[in-house]
């Protein structure tokens, strides 16, 4: 008999560390919104500037990019509460100015060779067509290596957003609204990791007082 796969994401510990190392990646925006505010990878690589307000310091979560059947499909959330908006945190919000930046360059460089479709994707190739997402895991797992962290998958990403939002003091109603779980229940299964994980930075602030 199978047993269920333990989540063992990313500690807001190690979160913070991946970020410090993904600062001069070509996706440090993408990470910067799957750690911080719990993008699945489809949402990310579907992500349009359209949905993105930098001066209000909001995102809509409209669609997501999937490939279906051979081919990259833009698709609709993965449930009705996938659909949602989302504040900013100030971090994401310069990452996605540094990101439009990139991309504006990205453009001039690649001239006639531009291939962007007009979809208006926040993540682009250097020739603007949308991210392949096993590119992505690509580039997320040689991350997860310079960063010194566990290899974990993409998705764990938003277990590790619960995580620092807990010790932000966010509520589990709060954690289910801004990583769009279709139920509390689902929020509650990755809650037990959390509490563990806030446990740990507790005891290790303990313990270094004691070692003074």
């Known amino acids: 008999m199978g047993t269920k796969r333990e989540i063992e994401p990313l500690t807001a510990k190690e979160g913070r560390q991946l970020l410090a190392a993904a600062r001069d990646n070509r996706l440090w925006a993408a990470y910067e919104l799957a750690v911080r505010i719990g993008l699945r990878r489809g949402e990310l690589l579907g992500l349009r500037w359209s949905d993105v307000?930098?001066?209000?310091?909001?995102?809509?979560?409209?669609?997501?990019?999937?490939?279906?059947?051979?081919?990259?499909?833009?698709?609709?959330?993965?449930?009705?509460?996938?659909?949602?908006?989302?504040a900013l945190p100030s971090e994401c919000v310069t990452a996605l100015r540094a990101q439009r930046a990139q991309q504006i360059a990205d453009r001039k460089g690649a001239g006639d060779n531009w291939k962007g479709t007009g979809q208006g994707l926040a993540f682009t190739t250097k020739n603007g067509t949308p991210i392949e997402p096993r590119n992505q895991n690509r580039s997320f797992e040689v991350l997860c290596v310079r960063a010194g962290v566990r290899k974990v998958r993409f998705h764990d990403l938003r277990h590790t957003c619960a995580s620092l939002l807990h010790e932000q003091?966010?509520?589990?109603?709060?954690?289910?609204?801004?990583?769009?779980?279709?139920?509390?229940?689902?929020?509650?299964?990755?809650?037990?990791?959390?509490?563990?994980?806030?446990?740990?930075?507790?005891?290790?602030?303990?313990?270094?007082?004691?070692?003074?």
Not at 169 to 183: T, Y
């Open 169 to 212: 003091g966010a509520d589990a109603r709060m954690i289910m609204e801004v990583l769009g779980h279709s139920s509390i229940r689902v929020t509650m299964d990755i809650y037990t990791f959390v509490r563990l994980d806030s446990q740990r930075s507790a005891f290790d602030r303990v313990g270094g007082r004691a070692e003074r």
């Open 53 to 86: 307000s930098l001066h209000e310091s909001v995102i809509t979560v409209r669609q997501a990019l999937q490939r279906v059947g051979g081919e990259l499909l833009i698709v609709a959330p993965k449930t009705q509460r996938s659909a949602r908006r989302v």
